[in-house]
């Protein structure tokens, strides 16, 4: 890794300082990427007023798409303010410009899409903050892109200057992630001192090294982002990083819901299993065994003019059942996840099965991810009062490190 500082230039009269979060020098950094380079696609990621926005629509290339998020619909230094009022004026000006308040990246990602040159991270500057995004974002992000981050050294400058104020030295996050990613080449920007900003290009030792990050995602987190979709982020994780980053990522986030006493899964050891013998209406299973900790159901909502379902809800990660077929049908057994709501909509709480037997049979060989929307079904056909032996574990995703062990 080569680290370049670039001394600071001028910035011209048209550029825009007003309701800017950073210095001449940083706006000038900044400047330099987007007329150097010219990315065809840009996103920044933390708006405040918007004084960067108007510079970036200034800057770029008139074809240049534009993607501004931030998650917060106010400014931060006046309630009464929209967040990004300052460049408010430009919106249906600049077709190429897309503003979304109010939305945390992960909510607006498949609308941005792939194939971004450059982002711009500058948000809470606490953990997990600045890394979550990088790592929302690094998918879409093109080998070659620019990533630039403010602030890399802020709780630092800060402290230094005796004028810190109460949560300044936990303002560390960008400079966790600007340490800890990978990079063939960075730039920070020449001072003298200490840069407060900085940016490093993707590459492919920025993605091969990626579980370096997941592991400075445990440095401490000043507070619980509640605003944030933890299960969303966890399906995100598991589709686009490896087991390894999955486990650690998962493992860091539920150990830090249990010590600020958020609750994040709710029924997070619980497995469902649906199981139905379809053909009529007086198709069903009846359920002879069953091992501890499971519960056995069979629901009004469960009844179908082609047969009765039964359900189970199993805590033990692991269960036996032996269950009658009562006439001929095809039977259906649906490996599930809880049905967990939050203001009554239903949201995702994985389940990674790891086994599945059914008699002696071993059906999986893979572990499967599954949530109760988008189960794994197993189907065969069934004679009148066959029996069926069932062998099923999971594995949630704060294993190894359960949160009764903090």
């Known amino acids: 890794m080569v680290e370049y500082e670039l001394i600071p230039g001028k910035i011209s009269k048209d550029d825009n300082t007003a309701h800017v979060e950073m210095s001449n020098g940083e706006i000038w950094f900044l400047k330099h990427f987007i007329k150097t380079y010219h990315p065809k696609k840009i996103v920044e990621v933390g708006i405040a007023a918007g004084g960067n926005t108007v510079n970036l629509l200034k800057w770029k290339d008139e074809d240049a798409q534009l993607f501004s998020v931030d998650v917060a619909k106010h400014w931060f230094r006046d309630e009464s303010k929209l967040t990004g009022f300052a460049a408010m004026d430009q919106l249906g000006k600049d077709n190429n410009w897309t503003l979304y308040t109010g939305y945390d990246y992960l909510d607006v990602y498949e609308e941005i899409g792939d194939d971004i040159d450059c982002i711009i991270i500058d948000t809470t500057h606490e953990m997990p903050g600045e890394c979550l995004t990088f790592l929302a974002a690094l998918p879409q992000l093109k080998d070659g892109c620019i990533v630039i981050l403010h602030d890399i050294h802020l709780n630092c400058i800060r402290l230094g200057s005796g004028k810190s104020k109460e949560r ?18 960075k730039w920070i920007l020449s001072l003298g001192g200490m840069s407060n900003i900085g940016a490093f290009v993707v590459d492919e030792t920025t993605r091969s ?34 087991k390894e980053c999955s486990k650690l990522f998962n493992a860091i ?49 469960f009844e179908y003019d082609y047969g009765q379902g039964a359900y189970l809800r199993a805590g033990n990660r692991s269960v036996d059942v032996i269950f009658k077929c009562i006439n001929d049908g095809e039977l259906d057994i649906a490996l599930r996840g809880p049905d967990v709501r939050l203001s009554g909509k239903r949201v995702p709480s994985y ?30 056909k069934v004679n009148d009062g066959e029996f069926v032996e069932l062998h099923i574990e999971w594995d949630y995703y704060d294993t190894p490190y359960h949160r009764d062990t903090l």
């Open 168 to 185: 300044d030295y936990a303002k560390f996050c960008t400079a966790v992630l600007y340490g800890s990613v990978r990079s063939e080449k």
């Open 209 to 242: 090294h990626i579980k370096d990050l997941f592991h400075a995602l445990s440095v401490s987190w000043y507070n619980f982002p509640t605003v944030l979709n933890f299960f969303e982020y966890k399906k995100f994780i598991i589709e686009n990083y490896s």
């Open 253 to 301: 986030v539920d150990a830090y819901a249990s010590y600020y006493k958020v609750n994040i899964h709710d029924a997070s050891d619980i497995a469902r299993i649906d199981i139905i013998n379809k053909n009529k209406k007086d198709n069903a299973v009846n359920v002879f065994y069953a091992s501890d900790k499971v519960e056995v159901a069979y629901p009004d909502w």
């Open 351 to 380: 389940i990674n099965y790891t086994n599945f037997v059914v008699n002696g049979e071993t059906i999986l060989s893979d572990t499967i991810t599954v949530h109760h929307d988008d189960s794994y079904v197993y189907s065969k």
